[in-house]
T-cell receptor, first 114, second 115 residues
Framework: EAGVTQFPSHSVIEKGQTVTLRCDPISGHDNLYWYRRVMGKEIKFLLH????????ESGMPNNRFLAERTGGTYSTLKVQPAELEDSGVYFCASSQGWQGYGYTFGSGTRLTVV | AQKITQTQPGMFVQEKEAVTLDCTYDTSDPSYGLFWYKQPSSGEMIFLIY??????QNATEGRYSLNFQKARKSANLVISASQLGDSAMYFCAMRGYTGGFKTIFGAGTRLFVKA
């Protein structure tokens, strides 16, 4: 089966610009998660979708971040306007359920804001 | 609050030897899951092993085993017969009801396997 796909793999943008990250989960996985790892720091939860609904968005840092999941399939994470501290690797993951299921992660999008 | 602690920023191991990566956690949940992930230099995160808090036996997956000591709140990863391809970052993680089912991660341990 195809894995979790993220693109772009890298993005370099200027402060103040907008960037949209996309994640295609494994087909049939209702649960989709976004995480972020800022350089050298821990992997931090951003939000969790169950199908098209936001189950938990407590990790979203501020209102410059907007996540959507159209029709319960792919998801986008938009940062507008980007700030320097938004730089990091953004991971998407999906899972069938939670009990006993490890996530399948995408390869991540490395975002650099200059 | 839930927390995962990995106290070893880096570890070295000789090829073919076993290595233990430490992980301690803190939670008040009666039921939770513990996970280990591997992140090689290519960047993707790979799920390795899962341990449920009520599981009586330690989880094993091939060369990976999880040394689960519930009373001590530790979930160490043991890699037997290390291979050069095991060189990577390793993250311990936990998921529980209190956290709303979101997984929290430790800071990671970078493992270097020497030939």
């Amino acid at each position: 089966e195809a894995g979790v796909t993220q693109f772009p793999s890298h993005s370099v943008i200027e402060k103040g610009q907008t960037v949209t990250l996309r994640c295609d989960p494994i087909s049939g996985h209702d649960n989709l998660y976004w995480y972020r790892r800022v350089m050298g720091k821990e992997i931090k939860f951003l939000l969790h979708f169950v199908k098209e609904s936001k189950q938990d968005e407590s990790g979203m840092p501020n209102n410059r971040f907007l996540a959507e999941r159209t029709g319960g399939t792919y998801s986008t994470l938009k940062v507008q306007p980007a700030e320097l501290e938004d730089s990091g690797v953004y991971f998407c993951a999906s899972s069938q359920g939670w009990q006993g299921y490890g996530y399948t992660f995408g390869s991540g999008t490395r975002l650099t804001v200059v | 609050a839930q927390k995962i602690t990995q106290t070893q920023p880096g570890m070295f191991v000789q090829e073919k030897e076993a290595v233990t990566l430490d992980c301690t956690y803190d939670t008040s949940d009666p039921s939770y899951g513990l996970f280990w992930y591997k992140q090689p230099s290519s960047g993707e995160m790979i799920f390795l092993i899962y341990q449920g808090s009520y599981d009586q036996q330690n989880a094993t997956e091939g060369r990976y085993s999880l040394n689960f000591q519930k009373a001590r709140k530790s979930a160490n990863l043991v890699i037997s017969a290390s291979q050069l391809g095991d060189s990577a970052m390793y993250f311990c993680a936990m998921r529980g009801y209190t956290g709303g089912f979101k997984t929290i991660f430790g800071a990671g341990t970078r493992l270097f396997v020497k030939a």
